[in-house]
């Protein structure tokens, strides 16, 4: 099994509804992220949290909400979606080995269309 | 505005060729420099990293160089193979608040 999944992997929404993208990790890690990834702009950062009672902003936040319902659950909301959100969204887990190591380890994506 | 300017956006190399891709940052606070490799329809997995008080790290046919006084760092992908296709990231880390940002990323294509 993955060691980092995202649900779901498609979803075609329309502009206003409500929709939560999940991740969770099988890892131990406490480091977990989210990133939108677009075309000629990389990955970008929306939120992260470094254990369960922190969360953080990232570069992108707006528009975004997060729950980090456990150490391995860390869950995307957007509250009333519109088009520009229309993106490729990882989740990623790292696990903290020090200044010399960080790698961060990335979920299938999930691929999320607002119409 | 993008913390790590990356280039080329994409590159046609031919089997057996080296591929070359550039990344050049601003923020003197950074103090790790990973390479992300994605494959098309697949998460970014990392490929090799380096640390600013080394000039240079060799992993296989994957080579990072590393110009602090430029602060410029590029990937080197020796005898490109079309196994080797694929979009690749350069990264930086802050060293205070240990987030990583990322490059546009570079599609590499290796043709047979």
């Known amino acids: 099994d993955a060691d980092v999944t995202q649900t779901p992997r498609n979803r075609i929404t329309k502009t206003g509804k409500r929709i939560m993208l999940e991740c969770s990790q099988t890892k131990g890690h406490d480091r977990m992220y989210w990133y939108r990834q677009d075309p000629g702009l990389g990955l970008r950062l929306i939120y992260y949290?470094?254990?369960?009672?922190?969360?953080n902003k990232g570069e992108i936040s707006d528009g975004y909400s997060v729950s980090r319902q456990a150490q391995a659950k860390f869950s995307l909301s957007l509250e009333s979606a519109i088009p520009n959100q229309t993106a490729l969204y990882f989740c990623?887990?790292?696990?903290?080995?020090?200044?010399?190591?960080?790698?961060?380890?990335f979920g299938p994506g999930t691929r999320l269309t607002v119409l | 505005q993008q913390q790590v300017k990356q280039s080329p956006q994409s590159l046609i190399v031919q089997k057996g060729g080296i591929s070359i891709i550039n990344c050049a940052y601003e923020n003197t606070a950074f103090d790790y420099f990973p390479w992300y490799q994605q494959f098309p329809g697949k998460g970014p997995a990392l490929l090799i990293a380096i640390r600013p008080d080394v000039s240079e790290k060799k992993e296989g046919r994957f080579t990072i160089s590393f110009n602090k006084s430029a602060k410029q760092f590029s990937l080197h992908i020796m005898d490109s193979q079309p196994g080797d296709s694929a979009t690749y990231f350069c990264a930086a880390r802050g060293s205070n608040d240990y987030k990583l940002s990322f490059g546009a990323g570079t599609t590499v294509t290796v043709r047979a």
């Open positions: 949290s470094f254990d369960v009672k922190d969360i």
């Open positions: 990623a887990t790292s696990d903290w080995g020090g200044s010399s190591t960080d790698t961060q380890y």
